[in-house]
């Protein structure tokens, strides 16, 4: 018994070892010797099994040119989704604030731009406000309203002073 088990453990291991992800540099050095048709197959294979690479190279092949134009996508998708809120119970509304927020986040990662992230957050934080919910009596949601507006904050210290500015006054109204 003693025997199989370190048998398997040490099967365990040569597995783990064998799936252990490599590192950037090291995966953009091997995809510059992969020849264009095989890059493109492996491309597709990626995009085919999992819907968030699909959605990421959605965004790198179709919006990632025009940002403007991304972000008001996304800011029509937040109007559509926050009419979904069910404001008679926060318990629900928290769940549909939180689940948006999710969606937020990672279309903002896609992008990586931190003016970006300001906008829909910022529009984020409109749409939250415009709700109406009794945010003083949840800790929850005033939690997470607060933590949307110290993630602007965040954002707005690495912009140009001028920039800041602009973004600043339109933050005012949020506060």
Same mark, same amino acid.
């Given at each position: 018994?003693?025997? @199989? #088990?370190?048998?398997?453990?040490?099967?365990?291991?040569?597995?783990?070892?064998? @799936?252990?992800?490599?590192? /950037?540099?090291?995966?953009?050095?091997?995809?510059?010797?992969?020849?264009?048709?095989?890059?493109?197959? %492996?491309? @597709?294979?990626? +995009?085919?099994? #999992?819907?968030?690479?699909?959605?990421?190279?959605? &965004?790198? !092949?179709?919006?990632?040119?025009?940002?403007?134009?991304? /972000?008001?996508? *996304?800011?029509?998708?937040?109007?559509?989704?926050? %009419?979904? /809120?069910?404001?008679? =119970?926060?318990?629900?509304?928290?769940?549909?604030?939180?689940?948006?927020?999710?969606? !937020?986040?990672?279309?903002?990662? &896609?992008?990586?731009?931190?003016? *970006?992230?300001?906008? /829909?957050? @910022?529009? &984020?934080? +409109?749409?939250?406000?415009?709700?109406?919910?009794?945010?003083?009596? =949840?800790?929850?949601? =005033?939690?997470?309203? +607060?933590?949307?507006? #110290?993630?602007?904050?965040?954002?707005?210290?690495?912009?140009?002073?001028?920039?800041? &500015?602009?973004?600043?006054?339109?933050? =005012?109204? %949020? !506060?």
């Amino acid at each position: 018994m003693c025997g @199989m #088990k370190s048998k398997s453990n040490l099967s365990y291991k040569r597995i783990h070892l064998f @799936m252990k992800s490599a590192s /950037v540099h090291e995966l953009k050095k091997e995809l510059s010797t992969v020849d264009p048709a095989k890059l493109l197959e %492996l491309c @597709m294979y990626l +995009a085919k099994y #999992k819907k968030d690479n699909k959605e990421f190279l959605t &965004y790198l !092949l179709f919006h990632a040119h025009d940002e403007q134009d991304f /972000v008001l996508a *996304v800011k029509e998708e937040m109007d559509s989704l926050f %009419l979904d /809120v069910n404001t008679s =119970s926060i318990y629900l509304a928290k769940k549909t604030l939180r689940k948006i927020l999710r969606i !937020l986040t990672k279309y903002i990662r &896609y992008t990586a731009s931190k003016t *970006v992230q300001i906008e /829909v957050l @910022m529009h &984020y934080c +409109a749409c939250f406000k415009a709700l109406g919910l009794d945010v003083e009596s =949840s800790a929850v949601l =005033s939690n997470l309203y +607060a933590q949307q507006l #110290k993630k602007i904050q965040k954002a707005l210290a690495t912009l140009h002073e001028d920039l800041q &500015y602009d973004y600043r006054e339109e933050l =005012s109204t %949020l !506060l």
